[in-house]
């Protein structure tokens, strides 16, 4: 068995890579020749220099593949076109160089997004039925990749997969967070509570793996998560415990962290490096509820998340603390 995995020196696509080696998986990456290298220095992988964006890379890169996992995706830039050429636009690249290169390909996993569904509006948990509503560039980046990759499920075994918030080791987002905490801070936004899903690496990388053995017919989205709904607060309370410190809530109003993601994107220009905050990481931020229903990968994939949040916290903030990160 031969598997291509595009973003395989990122968070979720590093885990991946090594999930697959320890099953005796031959792992071949699609790397850009200006990827950092640390997480897979040692791995016996087959790399592959190319990108998503570049049609003529491709066309090795997918040939002898029996599936391909297509982790790679942008979630931070400097100008929003970015977001469609390589989540949206490079997507169906990689769909296009399989159909042309290797028609038989067992199954193609493309890793997207809950951002790419939007909030749940209704109160509820928001399901695989319910209608996408992205409120990012990033977000309708990856729901364009989406329906990119469905105009295709009748041509190549596809299934979709939408995780929400990961965390866990090499994970830098939520670990801003955990920097946070590390000062005592625990920052709320004003208002009502938010409520959130979370899971742990381990066990997306599981939901992955049992896509790739799936039956589903092509086509079929997932969502995942570790089933449970969280509130902001109580996932702060949940890391300082891990951590062993006591923080504060710091309740910061919707219109100081706007002026922040303002402030931060006229940084941007200047540097040419993306922003730490934009006004589509804003409204994401400030919206009520990112509950995600996994009901259908339970029942569907055979999904089961193992690693409750406590857990998982430790296991995180003990990486961090290892590798000096805090």
Not at 28 to 56: A, M, N, Y
Not at 57 to 75: M, N, P
Request: glycine share 8%; net charge neutral; aromatic share 10%.
């Amino acid at each position: 068995m031969k598997a291509l995995v595009t973003g395989g020196t990122g968070f979720i696509g590093s885990h991946l890579v090594e999930a697959l080696l320890q099953r005796g998986v031959q792992v071949q990456c699609l790397l850009r020749k200006t990827s950092d290298l640390k997480w897979l220095k040692g791995l016996p992988i087959e790399v592959t220099f190319g990108d998503c964006s570049d049609k003529t890379s491709l066309k090795e890169a997918v040939k002898g593949a029996d599936q391909i996992f297509h982790i790679a995706g942008v979630t931070k830039a400097v100008h929003e076109k970015t977001y469609f050429e390589v989540n949206a636009f490079g997507t169906e690249n990689l769909i296009r160089a399989c159909l042309e290169n290797n028609p038989h390909i067992q199954k193609f996993i493309y890793l997207s997004s809950q951002a790419a569904a939007g909030p749940c509006r209704n109160g509820n948990k928001k399901r695989e039925s319910d209608p996408c509503e992205p409120v990012s560039a990033y977000g309708q980046s990856k729901r364009m990749g989406e329906e990119l990759a469905l105009a295709h499920a009748h041509q190549i075994p596809l299934l979709i997969l939408r995780p929400c918030a990961v965390y866990g080791p090499r994970e830098r987002d939520i670990y801003t967070f955990f920097k946070l905490l590390s000062k005592r801070i625990k920052p709320c936004l004003s208002g009502e509570d938010q409520h959130l899903s979370l899971c742990y690496v381990e066990d997306i990388i599981q939901a992955i793996l049992l896509a790739a053995q799936s039956q589903e017919p092509s086509g079929e989205i997932f969502f995942l998560s570790d089933g449970q709904d969280y509130r902001l607060e109580e996932m702060g309370d949940t890391f300082a415990q891990a951590m062993g410190v006591k923080a504060y809530c710091l309740r910061v109003p919707e219109w100081v962290i706007i002026r922040m993601a303002s402030f931060s994107e006229y940084l941007s220009k200047f540097s040419g490096k993306p922003p730490l905050l934009n006004k589509g990481k804003i409204e994401e931020m400030v919206q009520r509820n990112w509950v995600c229903d996994i009901t259908k990968a339970r029942t569907a994939l055979g999904f089961e998340p193992h690693i409750p949040l406590a857990q998982g916290a430790k296991l995180t903030f003990e990486w961090y603390k290892k590798e000096n990160w805090l």
